[in-house]
């Protein structure tokens, strides 16, 4: 029989061995998304092909319901900086709409009608509730096939990610980081990478609602 000491070392090996695997798995996932599509991410506007459409990506307007996200804000002043720039007609933008008091499409068509972009150049996706589902709808729904994608740079490689999988021609147009940021952002992203590569080769996750296709006229 093997004595209680033993045994423990033995568990304690196998957790320790699982634990180093599964960090090994992360970083693999992370730099296989990162290689795959780093290329088409750009800081610099003038490097950004065009685009008939970009599409924002959601989050919410504010932090806590009173104070100003920063990554909303910059993620909208890109969005505009785009379109002024010639760079897209059109912007969708995809978020959450999960109650009456929360709708990150309508934040975001406001803050951008604020900036001068007319609203008859905004088409609002109140179904994206997740990266995955704002990319794929841009394409089955909106009948997109060449997209350029705007979020924050550590969010532009998964979303690209997506898209390249789902056979849409795309870049990605960095809006800046928030410096006032947490690091706990950029690790929740790690871990959302991997998960990212099962959803798309091994669960073939699809978004939670599709329905009928919608015309963007551009």
Avoid: W
């Amino acid at each position: 029989m093997i004595s209680l000491p033993i045994l423990m070392k033995k568990m304690l090996k196998y957790i320790l061995l699982g634990g180093l695997g599964g960090v090994f798995v992360i970083i693999g996932a992370n730099l296989f998304i990162l290689t795959s599509v780093g290329s088409k991410v750009y800081t610099d506007i003038q490097n950004v092909d065009y685009s008939d459409v970009a599409l924002v990506l959601g989050t919410s307007s504010s932090v806590n319901g009173r104070t100003e996200n920063p990554f909303f804000t910059h993620r909208i002043s890109a969005a505009a900086e785009l379109f002024f720039q010639g760079k897209v007609k059109h912007i969708l933008v995809s978020g959450d709409n999960s109650s009456m008091h929360y709708n990150e499409p309508r934040d975001m068509r406001h803050a951008l009608i604020k900036l001068g972009v007319p609203d008859s150049c905004i088409t609002m996706d109140f179904a994206g509730l997740r990266t995955l589902d704002s990319v794929v709808r841009s394409h089955k729904i909106f009948q997109q096939k060449r997209i350029t994608i705007v979020s924050q740079e550590f969010h532009n490689y998964r979303a690209l990610f997506i898209a390249k999988h789902c056979g849409i021609e795309a870049v990605a147009y960095n809006a800046a980081y928030p410096t006032e940021a947490s690091m706990k952002t950029i690790f929740r992203e790690y871990l959302a990478r991997p998960k990212a590569l099962l959803d798309l080769y091994l669960f073939d996750t699809q978004p939670k609602f599709l329905g009928d296709k919608i015309n963007i006229r551009v």
